[in-house]
Structure formats: C-alpha cells, structure tokens
C-alpha cells in the first residue's frame, strides 16, 4: 500500500475513534443546565476550531504531491494530537 493510503487510513482510524469520544461529549452535555452549557460554550469552540485545523491538514495530505507526504502528515498528525486532547479535556471537565 502507498504511503498515502497508508497515512489517509490512519486518519480514518483516527477521526472513527474521535467519533466515540464526541458522541459521549454530546450525551454528557445533554444531562446538563443550560448555564451550565453554557460555560462549555468556549471549550466547544476551541474544539470545533481544531476539527476545522485537522479537517484541512487531511485535505492537504490527500492533495499532496509524493514529495511532501510527509511533510502533510506530520502537520496533520499535529493538528490529530491537538484536537484529540481538546476533547480529552472536555470530556474531563464535564464528567
């Protein structure tokens, strides 16, 4: 299997195990007040911004010529990392 398709995997892997985590995001979210949705108000945001930064890293990798493979990857690995511990540490803040 090219690199590519090996990385572009990856990611699917990746974005179906994120999928999990936001899923009890949103089950957790839904028992609470609405103040107290509120205040999540700006994590949600931070969260919704990484996804959008993972979401074009992606599209960069699935674009990018053979020569900058991994160049792509690592940027979108680095946006994965960022994104997944802001929705570990709002599921933290909301158990």
């Known amino acids: 299997m090219p690199l590519k398709e090996a990385y572009l995997e990856d990611t699917l ?3 179906e195990e994120l999928a999990g985590r936001v899923n ?13 949705k509120l205040e999540q108000h700006w994590d949600l ?9 993972y ?3 992606v599209e960069e990798l699935e ?14 690995e680095h946006a994965w ?5 802001s929705v570990d540490t709002l599921l933290e803040e909301v158990a």
């Open 55 to 57: 979401k074009r890293r």
């Open 63 to 76: 674009e990018a010529p053979e020569e900058k493979i991994e160049i792509s990857h690592d940027a979108a």
């Open 24 to 36: 009890l995001l949103k089950s957790l979210l839904a028992k609470r007040s609405l103040s107290e």
């Open 81 to 85: 990392q960022d994104l997944r511990s």
């Open 13 to 15: 892997q990746e974005v």
């Open 45 to 53: 945001e931070s969260v919704r911004s990484r996804f959008a930064e």
